[in-house]
T-cell receptor, first 115, second 110 residues
Framework: ETGVTQTPRHLVMGMTNKKSLKCEQHLGHNAMYWYKQSAKKPLELMFVYNFKEQTENNSVPSRFSPECPNSSHLFLHLHTLQPEDSALYLC??????????????FGPGTRLTVL | GQQLNQSPQSMFIQEGEDVSMNCTSSSIFNTWLWYKQDPGEGPVLLIALYKAGELTSNGRLTAQFGITRKDSFLNISASIPSDVGIYFCAGRLNTGKLIFGQGTTLQVKP
């Protein structure tokens, strides 16, 4: 238990569906992150939020839409996804962004399958 | 672009053996992190290193921050079956960006 929870843990959706992934952290952190993990590839950073403001978007397609209503919650809204978007989506949090002594704590991930 | 080369890609060892894996890069990092990921779960932080030359232990795990700040290694002594999983290194650049290695998959034969 890392203090970061994600729901749902598994999601199967069609290419025309709209769904949302939820992340919640109970660590009092100010920064939250979305990562994509595909087989045989390094973790890919998607979005970074610091104090609810988006500070980084790593050229993520617009079919992925993040939302951060407060420092404890992070959402990833999904629409018209492609089969190649199937992956494990990981949320992480840290006390702050870019701190030299800062570490990220990960949630368990949502296993997404796009049919 | 910046990348980390993590090796080996996979290991299959006998229970009780020691394990060593490393990450190297042409970039300089100010922090090194080592994570373990169990199947179906997110990565869990094992060890964090903040200074060049730093050697830190966490139980049977030992990690070192390379003196050149371009590499790090992780050793696991006397491996047990529950050590099975994927181990990731991550290095933080001076810009704050965190770069992850490709992972080392460890299998332990009882």
């Amino acid at each position: 238990e890392t203090g970061v929870t994600q729901t749902p843990r598994h999601l199967v959706m069609g290419m025309t569906n709209k769904k949302s992934l939820k992340c919640e952290q109970h660590l009092g952190h100010n920064a939250m992150y979305w990562y994509k993990q595909s087989a045989k590839k390094p973790l890919e950073l998607m979005f970074v939020y610091n104090f609810k403001e988006q500070t980084e978007n790593n050229s993520v397609p617009s079919r992925f839409s993040p939302e951060c209503p407060n420092s404890s919650h992070l959402f990833l809204h999904l629409h018209t996804l492609q089969p190649e978007d199937s992956a494990l989506y990981l949320c992480a949090s840290s006390r702050q962004v870019a701190g030299a002594v800062d570490t990220q704590y990960f949630g368990p991930g949502t296993r997404l399958t796009v049919l | 672009g910046q990348q980390l080369n993590q090796s080996p890609q996979s290991m299959f060892i006998q229970e009780g053996e020691d394990v060593s894996m490393n990450c190297t890069s042409s970039s300089i990092f100010n922090t090194w992190l080592w994570y373990k990921q169990d199947p179906g779960e997110g990565p869990v932080l094992l060890i964090a290193l903040y200074k060049a030359g730093e050697l830190t232990s966490n139980g049977r795990l030992t990690a070192q921050f390379g003196i050149t700040r371009k590499d790090s290694f992780l050793n696991i002594s006397a491996s047990i079956p529950s050590d099975v999983g994927i181990y990731f290194c991550a290095g933080r650049l001076n810009t704050g960006k965190l770069i992850f290695g490709q992972g080392t998959t460890l299998q332990v034969k009882p």
